[in-house]
Nanobody
Framework: QVQLVESGGGSVQAGGSLRLSCVAS????????MGWFRKAPGKEREGIAA????????VYGDSVKGRFTISQDNAKNTLYMQMNSLKPEDSAMYYC????????????????????WGQGTQVTVSS
């Protein structure tokens, strides 16, 4: 049974930092594609970063490039997102997503490319 459990969200002031974690279980984490998405009220879910845990360069959406860093610890089956220089517009529910067998491609920012999702963790940035 695949499980993704996010943590690390919270409330911060603009300019602050948070680190999100996503602990994965039930599949081979180290050969998967993992993504971070977010959804703000009234907006569609947005792909913000992704990484192949078996190696390769991470990718980022324009809205977070240069401020957020995705990483993983394969020994702990954990995905991270370091978020710096947070802005009020970063406020959203953040989700990690897993594509355990990334053979069929699909765009990293397309939620249809992922088979499993966590429950989300809320990030609120005040001005």
């Amino acid at each position: 049974q695949v499980q993704l459990v996010e943590s690390g969200g919270g409330s911060v002031q603009a300019g602050g930092s948070l680190r999100l974690s996503c602990v994965a279980s039930g599949y081979t984490f180290k050969t998967s594609r993992m993504g971070w998405f977010r959804k703000a009220p009234g907006k569609e879910r947005e792909g913000i970063a992704a990484i192949y845990t078996g190696g390769g360069s991470p990718v980022y959406g324009d809205s977070v490039k240069g401020r957020f860093t995705i990483s993983q610890d394969n020994a702990k089956n954990t995905l991270y997102m370091q978020m710096n220089s947070l802005k009020p517009e970063d406020s959203a529910m953040y989700y990690c997503a897993a594509d355990p067998v990334p053979l069929n491609g699909g765009s990293w920012y397309d939620e249809r490319s992922y088979d499993y999702w966590g429950q989300g963790t809320q990030v609120t940035v005040s001005s």
